[in-house]
């Protein structure tokens, strides 16, 4: 008998439960270490900024269009920093007090807080187009099969500069395979398994870079800009 591969493990009734007992706090979405939210958003901020120097030219004074925070929490970052970077932000968020708190979320730019998603990202149907699409410690929760359809999903509604960008912990595991967590019921992947994914879902790398600045005893954290493959 084969053992189950660290996706098949995933049950996504079991990852709400663990959510929806999480405090609907900074500290809570952090996982007890809330001091790393302000590098992290300033981590965020700089890759964009390259992200948007290179390739095409954009004006990197002016908004990105209209954003979606995927996997949004309470706000964190559509308050923290998508705010700051888009003209509208709509949220994803599948456990609905931390939607609520997202709409009474201070935002610290100018956007204006959009359509509110109250469903998981492995069900949601993009209705609108968008300049950027935000992915940030969600996809965990998402089979690989559920995830290259998700991307595929994402790539129909990007507009025809967008990105898809993806930024989340990487498996420090020795074997170089992907980490089961049986707390929250999620995965943790490998940069090679990312790649993968992301080749399968037709989605071209255009970026790629570490979050600097983060605790060493935590996992290490990568971006990845996206765009879909042109054929």
Not at 25 to 50: C, E, H, W
Not at 152 to 174: A, D, P
Request: hydrophobic share 35%.
């Amino acid at each position: 008998m084969t053992s189950k591969s660290p996706d098949d493990q995933i049950s996504h009734s079991d990852a709400l439960a663990y959510w929806n007992s999480i405090s609907p706090t900074v500290n809570g979405m952090l996982g007890g270490y809330p001091q790393v939210s302000r590098i992290d958003l300033r981590g965020s901020a700089n890759f964009l900024a390259k992200l948007r120097r290179q390739g095409t030219p954009h004006d990197t004074q002016k908004t990105v269009g209209r954003g979606v925070d995927c996997g949004a929490g309470i706000g964190r970052v559509t308050a923290g920093f998508l705010s700051k970077v888009c003209d509208v932000v709509d949220v994803v968020e599948p456990v609905e007090k931390f939607a609520v708190e997202v709409k009474s979320a201070k935002m610290v730019g100018n956007a204006l807080l959009g359509e509110t998603y109250v469903i998981g990202l492995e069900d949601w149907e993009p209705e609108k187009q968008y300049d950027l699409i935000w992915n940030q410690w969600c996809l965990g929760h998402l089979t690989d099969e559920q995830l290259v359809t998700y991307f595929k999903r994402c790539s129909k509604t990007l507009t025809k500069e967008g990105w898809i960008v993806v930024k989340e912990n990487m498996s420090t595991n020795k074997d170089e395979a992907d980490i089961f967590d049986v707390e929250d019921s999620s995965v943790t992947r490998t940069d090679k398994k990312f790649r993968k994914i992301f080749e399968d879902a037709g989605l071209l790398l255009v970026k790629t870079d570490l979050q600097p600045g983060f605790p060493k005893e935590l996992y290490p954290v990568r971006f990845y800009a996206l765009q879909p493959r042109k054929s």
